[in-house]
Nanobody, 125 residues
Framework: VQLQASGGGLVQAGGSLKLSCAASGRSASIYVMGWFRQAPGQEREFVAAINRSGSNRAYGDSVKGRFFISRDSAENTVTLQMTSLRPEDTAVYYC???????????????????WGQGTLVTVSS
């Protein structure tokens, strides 16, 4: 499975940005897709995840109410709509996927089997 993330860039605080991730290869083996982020000198942080059907979503506390994750299983894509962005949202955002069928998406990075290359999001104050 290969994951290709796109959509990062520079945005002012309060603005919005949309990230997309496309899965290819044995994408039928993917159940959960999600996003993590890592700021310089920080540990990788869970952002959001969604199961295959889209019936269950999970969000990190710092983004809840501002970010929205969605998925198109037919197209094997996942999208992260980010609104009300803050400077502390600045990080490299990684798309991730796992092959375990879970009702509730996992929040631990160690649960994920596949990772994209990362896309940089910079929020200016």
């Amino acid at each position: 499975v290969q994951l290709q993330a796109s959509g990062g860039g520079l945005v002012q605080a309060g603005g919005s940005l949309k990230l997309s991730c496309a899965a290819s290869g044995r994408s039928a083996s993917i159940y959960v897709m999600g996003w993590f982020r890592q700021a310089p000198g920080q540990e990788r942080e869970f952002v959001a995840a969604i199961n295959r059907s889209g019936s269950n979503r999970a969000y990190g506390d710092s983004v809840k109410g501002r970010f929205f994750i969605s998925r198109d299983s037919a197209e094997n894509t996942v999208t992260l709509q980010m609104t009300s962005l803050r400077p502390e949202d600045t990080a490299v955002y990684y798309c991730a996927a796992e092959g375990v069928r879970r009702l509730i998406p996992a929040r631990l990075s160690s649960s994920y089997d596949y990772w994209g290359q990362g896309t940089l999001v910079t929020v200016s104050s």
